[in-house]
């Protein structure tokens, strides 16, 4: 489908460029406000233990503001307010004397300086009733033996007993897989583990809450969702949501790791509300990575095919390691299964998914919620039977896939819709012909020091999480659009944008649905009090959701625009006879009859309706889709292993998507480079390690030993081609579907698929670092050292 | 706290600074909490990632690992003062090329950037990724922000 539009599809520089480019804007980080203290919270020097009591005299003495878990609501929450009430699951205290991973935080201090508030936190002293031996690792925690981690939590508004350490559960069962199993020419099993990555945005979280006179709360924050902040602290703390007001703030950075609210913000609140002044907390880069990591996922998968490649059963256990509290791996068992689903026509299935408490850093979404590692583990699987039979890898995913016409799970079993845009085709056949796929060669003929090969990668995401029926994830969003007195437009949305660029996709939409030109959108400083609720920028949902709700909103201003001009011209008889265009001889917006010289400009009609008293143009959406339909990627990797070193280089990347239409075909391409970076990552060095005696970060989170692509690590221009699909969405915004996390998830998969085509060895466990590729190599007796 | 505070001299961006210090306090809160100066970027206070880069003496430092004592009589330039008299080659080569995501990261880069200008005005793509390994970004794979600082290297080198 080939639609000619105004600005969809052409680059435009974002609003917030030169902000940005000039170090001007303002993250949270960045806030001070006068008289303001700064608090610092005091961390269990254990993973699992039970306090006694705790000492905070020297403090106060100090003059430092103090809070215990005695002064604070024991109430359990979860932090993330995705999911509908009944199937959230609560077991976080705020503070807590049952401290359940190395570094929860079990008191907090507000001073005047960092100085006097980091020596106050110092002299808090703890002591300890019980210090247990933490367990770290979920295989040993769900024996009947293993001590409990937790004994009660609460399930909605009930309380529930937790058993063997299992946080949550999910099964599912389509088909006879058995007899699936047994029609299977070929069965492949195999067990896989990734690491415990850490999101390492740049902006280490913040909040900085302040006390307005009459006792209202204003509270800034790294969020992805000013909404729910607003509603967890007004469920913590008893204090109605009007006399609380969450500030949207640009954000460095966010890639999950602030769905939830960061155990930071009720603490912050906490210490405001004690000291009656404002606090505001920022963290350390080692305290980030105590506010939640990843999950670790734990997989073992089998697939039955026919000798045609016709897939006839899958299985698969998938061991979810949630760390110390939920920040809910319910709904990601849930996802996990769907990804999975939404890879192949399995046929047959049986899926057990359990979530497992263990004495580590709480585990939150990480960019995918579960499909770089489901993607990763699927696309391993295929790639071995196709070689089992003799199938081009390429061909067997185009006969297996989930494509149009087709049942899609977005987020979960409760979040369904049919497929109605697939660009795999073209995206498989183009990249396959780029990266010369036929010449890549058999591992066993790649002799020496240095080996080449090349990989593909298959998978998706979801365009955010709505559907026809209303299930477990809240999914709406909704905005205001209102025309100015002097022809300009407020663009009003609670919708965070992370840096991808979305609010300038919605102005893109709005200018476009308008026929105005961007530059007279303004994008609103937004808080809870003036914005209708949105969810969250989560599940590439920014784009599909939110620019759908802006182009709603901008048809009815269009609308209304049209109507006022009516008024103004007398002679008109309806709006349909009219159209808004750019007159590039006025520079303005104008409204016009086509074959006439009538014509107004926008700038007219404002200043007429404002001075004959005709009211605001403006309009109000609350918006949910009906469908969270798939973003497809494909990507071809090159990469060369240095067998002596164990080092691994990129060489190639082709990346193929299919977003439907790109808003914004550079900021695609963006999202496509820091996809394919984070994905490297992944594959080749990210995880927290822990320490198995005392359950502490090895390395004490610092980042010198958490690292993260850099620089010269990374494939250059010249070796990275983007393919756009040629596609249209018929659901989303113009064609548009989301991106963000689809721009990362099958690139692991082809990484690590290039790597088996270069030496022929595969890898289950994640991060592949050097001495994994040497050990394998020896193994192999290829070591040539 | 009875600590012997330091009086300290230095320039920013062109402005004279005179402050009495304590000889531990660090360039990153001086710039940042004293001065206003927030396009200095905390990302992690070990100096690994870079964004709180910025020049002395044409030099570029972190400033989370310098002592504001130690900058005494010497000439410090941040973002602010880079484009005090609108913006550069380079950061309009950041726009244009769509180099900057959330934008956290994008001060040091910059700061980097010119400072390699200034050393290899003609680099290769191996040079920019030796003289901007030390910056860490997490949104844009650093690709968009190789093209943007040779664009601007090339757009310097022409004129």
Redesign the interface.
Known sequence: MSVEFMFIGK?T??K????????????T??L?VPGMLIGRIVRSPYAFADIRRIDVSEAVKMGAIVVTPSDIPQKPYNPRLVSINEVTFKDTYILTYKPRYLGEPVAAVAASSE??AQKAAECVKIEFEKIYKPILDPLEAIKPESPRIHEKIMKGDKWIEVENNIAARLDYDEGDVNRGFEEADVIVERTFKTGKRY??????KAVLVVLEPGGKLTIYTTTQTIHNTRILISQLFDIPESRINVIRV??????GSSIQTNYLVPIAVALALKAKKPVKI?Y??EEDILDHSNFVFHFKIKIGAKKNGVFTAAEFINILDVGAHQVQPYPLLGTSLGWFISMYKWKNIRYRGIAVYTNKVPGCALRGYGAPEVQWAVETLVDEIAEELGIDPIDLRLKNYVGKGELFWGQGPTVKSIIKSDGVPELLLKGKEIIRWSERGHPSEKKGRFRRGIGVGRGFHTSGAGGPISGEVIDYTGCILKLNEDGTLDYITALQD????TLDAHVKIIAEELGIPPELVNIATASTETTPYDVCTHASRGTYVGGECARRAAQIVKQKILEAAIRIIGRVVNPEALRIGYDKELKQAVVYVEGTDIKLTLAEIARTSWQRNWGTIGAFVSYRATSAPPSFTVYYVEVEVDTWTGKVKPIRVVAGVDVGTPINP??V??Q???????AWGMAFTENTAYDPLTGEIMGRG???DYK?????D????EE?TVIIAKTYEPTGPFGAKGLGEAAMNPAVAAILNAVYNAIGIRFYELPVTPDKIIEALKEKGELEW | MCINMVKVAFKVNGEHIELDVSPRELLINTLRSKLGLTSVKYGCGIGECGACTVLVNGEPVLACLTLTVDVNSKDIITLEGLSKNGLTDIQRAFIEEGAIQCGYCTPGFIIMAEYMLREVPNPTISDVKEYLKGNLCRCTGYINIFRAVLKAAKSRVSR
Do not use: C, N, W
């Not at chain 1, 999101?199 to 280490?204: A, D, T, V």
């Not at chain 1, 992370?498 to 660029?501: K, N, P």
């Not at chain 1, 993260?708 to 010269?712: E, L, N, V």
């Not at chain 1, 990374?714 to 221009?717: G, R």
């Open positions: 680059r520089p974002r917030d460029a030169e902000a940005k480019v000039t170090g001007m804007l303002k993250y980080y960045d001070e100085e006097l999101h390492m945005q740049l902006e280490p640009p954000i460095g950075g966010s890639f920022a350390t880069r992370h840096g991808g660029g550079d900021m391409e963006g496509l480079h820091g996809g394919f970076v984070m610092l980042i010198t993260i692509p850099t620089a010269a990374v494939p250059t221009p990275f």
